[in-house]
């Protein structure tokens, strides 16, 4: 079984299209898929999936990205 280390990702235009774990704080709130970032990185969404509609995240309201890198996986 492997383990998956997850990374907080300042930089919200790098994850497009990338699956993510949103937190705010140290609670999950929602994984998926980044479908769209704002120019300036402060909005991103990630995009709907089965019965979760499209969800908007803002980085002003406490919003962080976690992600996890290909190479970063422990066996």
């Not at 774990?21 to 898929?33: D, F, K, L, Q």
């Not at 120019?39 to 995240?57: E, F, K, N």
Request: charge should be positive; hydrophobic fraction near 45%; proline fraction near 3%.
């Amino acid at each position: 079984m492997a383990f998956v280390r997850l990374h907080l990702q300042h930089d919200w235009l790098a994850v497009i299209g990338q699956c993510v774990e949103i937190r705010r704080g140290h609670t999950p709130v929602r994984t998926g898929v980044v479908d769209s970032v704002t120019d300036d990185g402060s909005i991103l969404w990630i995009a709907a999936h089965g019965v979760h509609p499209r969800m908007m995240i803002e980085r002003a309201l406490g919003f962080q990205v976690w992600v996890s890198y290909k190479w970063d996986t422990q066996r």
